[in-house]
């Protein structure tokens, strides 16, 4: 019979610290978004595939909101932990700091969870991962929470394509009044 295989959250996790240079900076100054993201989805494959032991992808990615701009010459550190295991996936809770040397000064940017899957590389099927041992409230705590989201993510899908399905344009027309967009004139209601 084949043992269940477990492993500690601190076994993968992982910290990332990259310098803010002049190259990621956009046209206002300040660092890209697009920059801190390419370093969370680096962040979140190098911890899951270090839990999974092998080859994953990014299957979803949880709404990333920038709460502080992060400037040129900061200090941004990434910490990642796997913070759920499904079967072949893994929640992959992801902090963003950034710290400015010359003020001492250290800003939360942001907060967010990826969702990796675990693939065989030849066929891309998903494959069962290790289980989570997990050793404090905390990360039981963690555990619960990546299961509500999992559970919260798939309905919220769900929602969204059977809304779509449901959606009468005729009817839904007289709801853009007062929106910041201008319709074509057929389309525009009668009084
Ligand atoms: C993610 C992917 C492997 C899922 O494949 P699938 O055939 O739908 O697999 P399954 O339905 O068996 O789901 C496998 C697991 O992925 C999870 N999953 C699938 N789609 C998901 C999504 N959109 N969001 C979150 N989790 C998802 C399932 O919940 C399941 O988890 P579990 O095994 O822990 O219960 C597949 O959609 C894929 O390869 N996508 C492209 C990924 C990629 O290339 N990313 C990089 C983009 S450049």
């Given at each position: 019979m084949c043992e269940s295989v477990f492993r500690t959250v601190t076994s993968s996790q992982v910290i990332l610290k990259e310098l803010m240079v002049?190259?990621?900076?956009n046209f206002g100054g300040k660092v890209h978004g697009g920059v801190i993201l390419s370093l969370m989805d680096k962040i979140a494959y190098t911890c899951a595939a270090s839990h999974a032991k092998g080859y994953c992808v990014t299957a979803s990615v949880d709404s990333v909101d920038f709460m502080n701009p992060v400037e040129v010459g900061e200090l941004l550190t990434l910490y990642a932990s796997v913070n759920y295991v499904g079967t072949s996936s893994m929640e992959v809770g992801i902090k963003v700091v950034s710290e400015d040397f010359k003020l001492g000064l250290v800003k939360h940017t942001n907060t967010s969870y990826f969702t990796m899957v675990a693939l065989d590389e030849e066929t891309r099927a998903p494959v069962k991962v290790a289980g989570l041992q997990l050793e404090n409230e905390e990360e039981i705590r963690r555990f619960v929470m990546g299961k509500l989201r999992k559970k919260l993510r798939r309905g919220h899908q769900q929602d969204i394509i059977d809304l779509g399905k449901k959606l009468d344009l005729e009817h839904t027309l007289?709801?853009?009044?007062?929106?910041?967009c201008l319709l074509p004139p057929e389309l525009v209601l009668p009084y």
């Amino acid at each position: 019979m084949c043992e269940s295989v477990f492993r500690t959250v601190t076994s993968s996790q992982v910290i990332l610290k990259e310098l803010m240079v002049p190259a990621y900076a956009n046209f206002g100054g300040k660092v890209h978004g697009g920059v801190i993201l390419s370093l969370m989805d680096k962040i979140a494959y190098t911890c899951a595939a270090s839990h999974a032991k092998g080859y994953c992808v990014t299957a979803s990615v949880d709404s990333v909101d920038f709460m502080n701009p992060v400037e040129v010459g900061e200090l941004l550190t990434l910490y990642a932990s796997v913070n759920y295991v499904g079967t072949s996936s893994m929640e992959v809770g992801i902090k963003v700091v950034s710290e400015d040397f010359k003020l001492g000064l250290v800003k939360h940017t942001n907060t967010s969870y990826f969702t990796m899957v675990a693939l065989d590389e030849e066929t891309r099927a998903p494959v069962k991962v290790a289980g989570l041992q997990l050793e404090n409230e905390e990360e039981i705590r963690r555990f619960v929470m990546g299961k509500l989201r999992k559970k919260l993510r798939r309905g919220h899908q769900q929602d969204i394509i059977d809304l779509g399905k449901k959606l009468d344009l005729e009817h839904t027309l007289g709801e853009l009044e007062g929106e910041n967009c201008l319709l074509p004139p057929e389309l525009v209601l009668p009084y």
